[in-house]
């Protein structure tokens, strides 16, 4: 087994394991599912965001270093193979967190203002407020507005923020993956060239 097989193997085993982490804190986190985190029911009760953050920390990482690693493998089948497969398993994980900034900027944040402490269950109207994002959003207005005194323009302009990363969070691996399947289509077409020589 060669030094660079090595790395690769290392930096995947790596890469698989904060996926699964990160698949397991959003099943604790977002589901309530218990697979073992307790940790995260803990944040939970102090603020939710913070199991959101580790969440895309760990996943984005995950994700980025996969997408690299995938492109730099010799073999062409699984090259080509994992590469797609992860830019699918990305693009997959990556549109729920830009729809949610999204749904973030559409929040009625003036009635989340009027409740005051009373909190998310002070106003079940509907599914959104109750669930996950409506929660995330409460949270988010808690933290900024109340906590660190910021304007209602400053939380959106965070949302802003947040809708261009999860661009970008998309537009990685899908740009890593066409590049990588570029590269390797060179690399055949040269191979073949060659040969046919």
């Given at each position: 087994?060669?030094?660079?097989?090595k790395?690769?193997?290392?930096l995947?085993?790596v890469?698989v394991l904060?996926?699964i982490?990160g698949?397991m804190?959003i099943?604790?986190s977002?589901?309530?599912?218990?697979?073992g985190?307790?940790?995260?029911?803990d944040?939970?009760?102090?603020h939710?965001?913070?199991?959101?953050?580790?969440?895309?920390?760990?996943?984005?990482?995950?994700?980025?270093s996969i997408?690299?690693n995938?492109?730099q493998?010799?073999n062409a089948k699984?090259?080509?193979?994992?590469?797609?497969?992860?830019?699918?398993?990305?693009t997959v994980?990556t549109?729920?967190?830009?729809l949610a900034?999204i749904c973030?900027?559409?929040?009625d944040?003036?009635e989340i203002a009027?409740?005051?402490l009373?909190?998310?269950?002070?106003?079940?109207?509907?599914d959104f407020?109750?669930?996950?994002?409506?929660s995330?959003a409460?949270?988010?207005?808690?933290i900024f507005?109340?906590g660190?005194?910021w304007?209602?323009g400053?939380l959106?302009?965070?949302?802003?923020?947040?809708v261009?990363?999860?661009i970008?969070?998309?537009?990685?691996p899908?740009?890593?993956?066409w590049d990588?399947?570029r590269?390797?289509?060179k690399r055949?077409?040269a191979?073949?060239?060659s040969?046919?020589e």
């Amino acid at each position: 087994m060669s030094k660079k097989l090595k790395i690769q193997l290392s930096l995947f085993a790596v890469s698989v394991l904060l996926n699964i982490w990160g698949i397991m804190s959003i099943l604790q986190s977002g589901m309530n599912i218990n697979v073992g985190l307790s940790y995260l029911s803990d944040l939970r009760n102090w603020h939710i965001l913070v199991n959101y953050v580790i969440i895309v920390i760990t996943m984005a990482i995950g994700i980025m270093s996969i997408s690299i690693n995938a492109g730099q493998l010799d073999n062409a089948k699984w090259n080509r193979g994992l590469t797609i497969g992860v830019t699918t398993y990305s693009t997959v994980l990556t549109i729920p967190l830009l729809l949610a900034f999204i749904c973030f900027l559409g929040f009625d944040r003036e009635e989340i203002a009027a409740i005051g402490l009373g909190g998310i269950d002070a106003f079940a109207k509907e599914d959104f407020i109750t669930g996950m994002f409506g929660s995330i959003a409460w949270d988010f207005h808690k933290i900024f507005v109340e906590g660190f005194g910021w304007s209602e323009g400053g939380l959106t302009a965070l949302y802003v923020c947040g809708v261009i990363m999860s661009i970008v969070f998309l537009a990685f691996p899908i740009y890593s993956a066409w590049d990588s399947l570029r590269k390797l289509k060179k690399r055949e077409l040269a191979k073949a060239v060659s040969n046919k020589e």
